[in-house]
């Protein structure tokens, strides 16, 4: 009998990026994340996840969710651009080392600028007349 490699499947490529304003620890932080299926479907499996340490359902708002062609980087991007805001909730979950305490306009604007890299504007030659 033949033996099967096993391949890997390739990530998908054009997903949402979102951020989602969760109340937890007393305060409303923000998490930063990716899906290849929908925001909502997403903050549901976070909202689950944090129940099953918290032991509460968290109140929580998606902020911004848009579909961009490379989502993961998308996504690593942002990270990269908020750090300095890392939040380290008291009790870890999963997806917890994406969260975020800054102000929402901050997180916002670097959002847009992780999101317009990813899609940059066509550049249009104007002539002056």
Do not use: W
Request: glycine content about 4%.
């Amino acid at each position: 009998m033949a033996k099967h490699k096993r391949v890997k499947k390739p990530r998908t490529m054009d997903g949402e990026v979102y951020m989602t304003l969760i109340d937890i620890d007393g305060k409303t932080v923000i998490k930063i994340g990716t899906t290849n299926r929908t925001a909502l479907k997403r903050a549901l499996e976070i909202a689950e996840v944090i129940y099953a340490v918290y032991k509460f359902i968290p109140k929580m708002q998606i902020l911004i969710n848009e579909r961009t062609h490379n989502n993961y980087v998308v996504e690593a991007a942002l990270l990269k651009e908020l750090g300095q805001y890392k939040y380290v909730p008291i009790f870890e979950f999963d997806g917890c080392s994406e969260l975020v305490d800054c102000d929402i306009a901050v997180a916002i604007s670097a959002y847009r600028k992780c999101i317009d890299a990813d899609y940059p504007a066509q550049v249009t030659n104007l002539i002056e007349i």
